[in-house]
């Protein structure tokens, strides 16, 4: 079965930066985007950008540019995500989930499998 | 960016009542090529990932109860809930995934009566 399993709940202080893991596993790895998305406390989720790991292609949500960065590791069908700059407003549960290819006009594009979350709490 | 509205915020529907939810988008998503509407409607529960119900807006993903329907087209969505369970309790978002940046809307947090 599909699973997504991410790294556990992080504390950062103000201007470190974090890097958060997604092990997947019961797929082919290469076939589908992984897609990062976050949620602050009591707030509705925020797509942050994708990966494709067969080519590396990344597309980052404009807020996160040059502050983000999505890779993978192919060997290990594992994703991750640096965010760096922290600030209190980074404080969230960043999520992990596996999206369709969208590379054909009746191709699935939406996010269907997720990993369980992980915490990040900025405080100083 | 394409914000999408959610209404109402909140909720509160007695059990076996007929539970609706709107979506809006400031832009259309649907894409003239193959017809489909890039929106997607998911459920959160507390301390869990979204689960996804419905993908081009109206395809039910495999395991959602049929008491679940997804409709409309363009700019204007809605979720309903024919017969409402004690489990469907939950915050409902919709999401479009037609441009980037993908957004989500702001949440309907669904109660019983």
């Known amino acids: 079965q599909v699973q997504l399993v991410q790294s556990g709940a992080e504390v950062k202080k103000p201007g470190a930066s974090v890097k958060v893991s997604c092990k997947t596993s019961g797929y ?11 949620q602050a406390p009591g707030q509705g989720p925020e797509w942050m950008g ?23 590791d192919t060997s290990t069908d594992t994703a991750y995500m640096e965010l ?15 999206s369709g290819s969208g590379s054909c006009l009746g191709c699935r594009v939406e996010a269907d499998y ?6 990040v709490t900025v405080s100083s | 960016d394409n914000v999408l509205t959610q209404s109402p915020d909140s909720l509160a529907v007695s059990l076996g009542e007929r539970a609706t939810i709107n979506c809006k988008s400031s832009q259309s998503v649907l894409y003239s090529a193959n017809n489909k509407n890039y929106l997607a409607w998911y459920q959160q529960k507390p301390g869990q990932p979204p689960k996804l119900l419905f993908y081009w807006a ?13 409709s409309g087209s363009g700019t204007d969505f809605t979720l309903t ?5 004690a489990d469907d309790v939950g915050v409902y978002y919709c999401h479009q995934y ?14 019983i009566k």
């Open chain 2, 81 to 85: 809930i024919s017969s409402l369970q």
């Open chain 1, 84 to 98: 760096r700059s922290l600030t209190s407003d980074d404080t969230a549960v960043y999520f992990c989930a596996r």
């Open chain 2, 98 to 111: 037609d441009s980037f940046p993908y957004t989500f809307g702001q949440g309907t947090k669904l109660e």
């Open chain 1, 28 to 38: 082919i790895f290469t076939s589908y985007p992984i897609t990062w998305v976050r």
């Open chain 1, 50 to 72: 994708w990966i494709r790991p067969y080519t590396g292609n990344t597309n980052y949500a404009q807020k996160f540019q040059g502050r983000v960065t999505m890779t993978t």
């Open chain 2, 58 to 70: 109206s395809t039910r993903e495999s395991g959602v109860p049929d008491r679940f329907s997804g």
């Open chain 1, 114 to 119: 997720w990993g369980q979350g992980t915490r």
